[in-house]
Nanobody, 126 residues
Framework: EVQLVESGGGSVQAGGSLSLSCTASGFVFDDHIMGWYRQTPGNECELISSNDGYYADSVKGRFTMSQDNAKNSVNLQMNSLKSDDTAVYYC????????????????????????WGQGIQVTVSS
């Protein structure tokens, strides 16, 4: 069974930091591009980082993605958080390049049939 399990979300004040983790199982980790997306109500699902070096402009310089191949996991260190970073964050795995935006952060709107976590809430209060 394929699983992507996110952890580490929560609430923080603006300027603070949070770290998200995603542990993958049930597929060949090294054969997939891993990424972090986020979505807020009424907005698209936005790719914010992937392990092929991509960072959205909105998080560049503040967020850092890393991976641990031995643990089949990826992490997202989020620093200097802003209220605009409040969203549900999703871990995703794709067989190729991840799309920069989707309708929803789920396989339903993923034309490549990638794998998705259940999402984790991050709330930044100003």
């Amino acid at each position: 069974e394929v699983q992507l399990v996110e952890s580490g979300g929560g609430s923080v004040q603006a300027g603070g930091s949070l770290s998200l983790s995603c542990t993958a199982s049930g597929f060949v980790f090294d054969d997939h591009i891993m990424g972090w997306y986020r979505q807020t109500p009424g907005n698209e699902c936005e790719l914010i980082s992937s392990n092929d070096g991509y960072y959205a402009d909105s998080v560049k310089g503040r967020f850092t993605m890393s991976q641990d191949n031995a643990k089949n996991s990826v992490n997202l260190q989020m620093n200097s958080l802003k209220s605009d970073d409040t969203a549900v964050y999703y871990c995703a795995a794709g067989p190729g390049t991840l799309l920069p935006a989707l309708g929803t952060c789920s396989v339903r709107d993923d034309p490549f049939g990638g794998y998705w976590g259940q999402g984790i809430q991050v709330t930044v209060s100003s």
